[in-house]
């Protein structure tokens, strides 16, 4: 995705099983009002999602080259699969997924289980290009 289009997305809506989540591009700040921004910039997160409030929060500064040394720097291909990543939060939480489903007695759902979110972001498009390779279709 293009920074153009990454700063389009805000105030857009996508719908997750039925469910409509708004995007807001912002930039993170720790002495913010805005205790999301806040929260991103003290944890110094791209993006983060808001399962409550059905929204995700994108921090346009982690994808811009401002000419010092970045994490993501001018690296298009983290928005998209950080993107997809709070995507499957938004979508495991409207699923049910964010309660007793772990083996610790139900205190950390599948929804906050960053290393199962990240293993489906990174892989959902080789997933995906497998599917149409033996030609799946992507409805059935």
Do not use: P
């Amino acid at each position: 995705m293009t920074l153009k289009a990454f700063e389009a997305l805000d105030g857009k809506t996508v719908s997750v099983l039925g469910t409509d989540y708004t995007i807001r591009i912002s930039a993170a700040d720790t002495g913010s009002k805005n205790i999301v921004a806040k929260t991103l910039g003290h944890q110094s997160a791209s993006m983060l999602t808001q399962l409550f409030l059905k929204e995700i929060w994108c921090d346009i500064n982690a994808y811009i080259d401002d000419g010092e040394s970045q994490v993501f720097g001018k690296d298009i291909r983290a928005i998209d699969e950080d993107l997809t990543h709070e995507l499957y939060h938004a979508f495991y939480f409207e699923s049910g997924l964010d309660v007793c489903t772990d083996t610790d007695g139900c205190s950390n759902g599948w929804v906050r289980n960053e290393t199962m979110i990240d293993w489906n972001a990174k892989q959902f498009h080789k997933i995906l290009k497998a599917r149409r390779e033996l030609g799946i279709k992507d409805q059935y």
